[in-house]
């Protein structure tokens, strides 16, 4: 009983990272993707029906290396309905070559060589993951390393879920109270 203890308050802190998205909705996007054929992009607005991690990084960033390997592991989990689109930030190819095989990254990762993509975001830290629901709408972020190890996928969307229907409710309270 007491390694459940632990593992569940490791669980709160870490969960405890994730916190609402107060900035202005944030603006949409195209960038070249990394390693795919000279021209090719990824639009933000033709991923549909997911939620959406934007995670901002760079090979230059310690605790981003670190954290890319958990990325991994989460998007290898899986869930229906989770995409990941990491964003590298100011980056050269070479080290970031090096990272992608080291870590064994097979989610999309988009080249921001000129930092506009994360300045429009509001982006200060790096690492910093963004979560969008399926209409991209930003809900939750992190802005450090997270330990993505200690999610379950399904949490990550019964929060996004639970975060929306809080939201919603208050809305409707505050239409209810003004009537």
Do not use: Y
Request: charge should be negative; hydrophobic fraction near 45%.
């Amino acid at each position: 009983m007491v390694a459940v203890a632990v593992v569940s308050s490791i669980d709160l802190a870490r969960a405890a990272e994730l916190v609402p998205w107060t900035g202005a909705a944030p603006p949409g996007f195209t960038l070249p993707q990394f390693g795919a054929a000279p021209g090719s992009a990824i639009a933000l607005a033709s991923e549909s029906g997911e939620a959406i991690l934007v995670h901002f990084f760079a090979s230059w960033c310690e605790p981003c290396r670190e954290e890319l390997p958990a990325l991994q592991r989460l998007a290898e989990r899986g869930h229906p309905g989770i995409k990941i689109l990491a964003i590298s930030v100011a980056d050269v190819d070479a080290p970031l070559r090096r990272l992608l095989d080291a870590t064994g990254v097979t989610f999309p990762v988009l080249m921001d060589r000129d930092r506009a993509v994360a300045r429009s975001w509001d982006i200060s830290a790096l690492p910093s993951t963004v979560i969008l629901d399926s209409r991209h709408t930003a809900w939750l972020i992190v802005e450090s390393d997270f330990g993505w190890d200690a999610l379950e996928p399904k949490q990550l969307t019964d929060r996004l879920t639970s975060t929306r229907n809080d939201l919603h409710a208050q809305q409707s309270l505050v239409t209810q109270g003004g009537q």
